[in-house]
T-cell receptor, first 116, second 113 residues
Framework: ETGVTQSPTHLIKTRGQQVTLRCSSQ?????VSWYQQALGQGPQFIFQ???????GRGNFPPRFSGLQFPNYSSELNVNALELDDSALYLC???????????????FGSGTRLTVV | AQSVTQLGSHVSVSEGALVLLRCNYS??????LFWYVQYPNQGLQLLLK??????LVKGINGFEAEFKKSETSFHLTKPSAHMSDAAEYFC???????????FGRGTSLIVHP
């Protein structure tokens, strides 16, 4: 059973640029969630994708967007990068259960984004 | 809105001593509660979860947590700390809306020889 893989592991971008982060979900999982973890903070929920559609969104501006593909992998896109976007971006996959708790989250090791 | 508060951003113990990491939650519905561990430069690993069954939950690596509704708490304990337990620990709650977990700010566990 493969886990969640994220790429790249590290990335440096300039303010104003755009970035795309990638996530391959664990085998058998159909839902992907993205979290932003600033230094010294807990993960903050960005959004979740299920059946290729956004299924929930945290308090993040529209310049944070995503995609989910038929194989359940996902991308996180951030436009017009700001210095405060520097963080560890975590992807988590699980199998969504209708009306029930999503406690089967498997996290990837994250992408460390530095905006200069 | 659901939330968790982790008391103490850093906890320092000696090897072999009791580990106690505190977590209090707020939720308008019966919560599901989790503890995750994060080692440097890694993602989050699930230690244990409470899903409305037994209130005392045993997890991996000798950790356990007790759900106390009257105190809205879900503290994490381990009888004897090992050097390898040094890491960041996160408490999380879900249950409202789409059951997406909300994380606390984390507690860094430091283990001294």
């Amino acid at each position: 059973e493969t886990g969640v893989t994220q790429s790249p592991t590290h990335l440096i971008k300039t303010r104003g640029q755009q970035v795309t982060l990638r996530c391959s979900s664990q085998s058998g999982h159909n839902t992907v969630s993205w979290y932003q973890q600033a230094l010294g903070q807990g993960p903050q929920f960005i959004f979740q994708y299920y059946r290729e559609e956004e299924n929930g969104r945290g308090n993040f501006p529209p310049r944070f967007s995503g995609l989910q593909f038929p194989n359940y992998s996902s991308e996180l896109n951030v436009n017009a990068l700001e210095l405060d976007d520097s963080a560890l971006y975590l992807c988590a996959s699980h199998t969504r259960k209708s009306g029930g708790p999503n406690y089967g989250y498997t996290f990837g090791s994250g992408t460390r984004l530095t905006v200069v | 809105a659901q939330s968790v508060t982790q008391l103490g951003s850093h906890v320092s113990v000696s090897e072999g001593a009791l580990v106690l990491l505190r977590c209090n939650y707020s939720s308008s519905v019966p919560p599901y509660l989790f503890w995750y561990v994060q080692y440097p430069n890694q993602g989050l690993q699930l230690l244990l979860k409470y899903t409305s069954a037994a209130t005392l939950v045993k997890g991996i690596n000798g950790f356990e947590a007790e759900f106390k509704k009257s105190e809205t708490s879900f503290h994490l304990t381990k009888p004897s700390a090992h050097m390898s337990d040094a890491a960041e620990y996160f408490c999380a709650v879900s249950g409202e809306g789409s059951y997406i977990p909300t994380f606390g700010r984390g507690t860094s566990l430091i283990v001294h020889p």
